[in-house]
């Protein structure tokens, strides 16, 4: 099936640690998208790509990192220097003829 | 930066009740998408609809670019309508930054 795939579902990590999320998606689309969604909150963009090694800061980078090396996988980098990480993060991607985002399933992060 | 905003915050509706859901944005937009989040989290795509009217089964969605507002509604509503419904805005067609709104949190009890 074609579609978005994150994982873990749900993550749980140590203040201090470093924590990768992964996204995956075989729909071919250039562009994907990092999002961060916190209780009752609509979602915040934290990273984004157009095209492969390539990739801009959204508006709330401070303590993630991304690559995109591939263009199937924008892995998510959640680093010590982030204060608040515990939120559930949104993985999306777009086609080039598309102007739809579509979202993958989320990982909720923990962090205590 | 440009501002979404959505009413009502919170909606209790009897099943087979009708509503309608308000985004409001402040500047012209090229893209607009309307989500609905399910209890687990997942965001599924109902209308993506800069302009114009779009109907899709018991929903439909309104947007009227010149006065800045969109208008999803839902008739008939189900109890699996319940979750938190999204408007998103993006200052471009493509590869930009969508910003979405606080979001409608809306219940239909059976």
């Known amino acids: 099936d074609g579609g978005i795939t994150q994982s873990p579902k749900y993550l749980f990590r140590k203040e201090g640690q470093n924590v990768t999320l992964s996204c995956e998606q075989n729909?071919?689309?250039?562009?994907m998208y990092w999002y961060r969604q916190d209780p009752g909150q609509g979602l915040r963009l934290i990273y984004y790509?157009?095209?492969?090694?390539?990739?801009q800061k959204g508006d709330i980078a401070e303590g993630y990192s991304v690559s995109r090396e591939k263009k199937e996988s924008f892995p998510l980098t959640v680093t010590s220097a982030q204060k608040n990480p515990t939120a559930f993060y949104l993985c999306?991607?777009?086609?080039?003829?598309?102007?739809?985002?579509?979202f993958g399933p989320g990982t909720r992060l923990t962090v205590t | 930066g440009i501002q979404v905003e959505q009413s009502p915050p919170d909606l209790i509706l009897q099943e087979g009740a009708n509503s309608t859901l308000r985004c409001n944005f402040s500047?012209?937009?090229?893209?607009l998408q309307w989500f609905h989040q399910n209890p687990w989290g997942q965001l599924i795509n109902l209308f993506y609809?800069?302009?114009g009217t779009k109907q899709n089964g018991r929903l439909s969605a309104t947007t009227v670019a010149t006065e800045r507002y969109s208008l999803l509604y839902i008739s008939s509503s189900q109890t699996t309508d319940s979750g938190v419904y999204f408007c998103a805005v993006d200052l471009v067609f493509w590869g930009g930054k969508l910003i979405f709104g606080q979001g409608t949190e809306l219940s239909v009890k059976p």
């Open positions: 729909l071919n689309h250039d562009a």
């Open positions: 500047d012209s937009v090229n893209n």
């Open positions: 609809i800069p302009s």
């Open positions: 999306a991607s777009q086609g080039s003829s598309s102007y739809e985002q579509y």
């Open positions: 790509s157009q095209i492969v090694n390539d990739f």
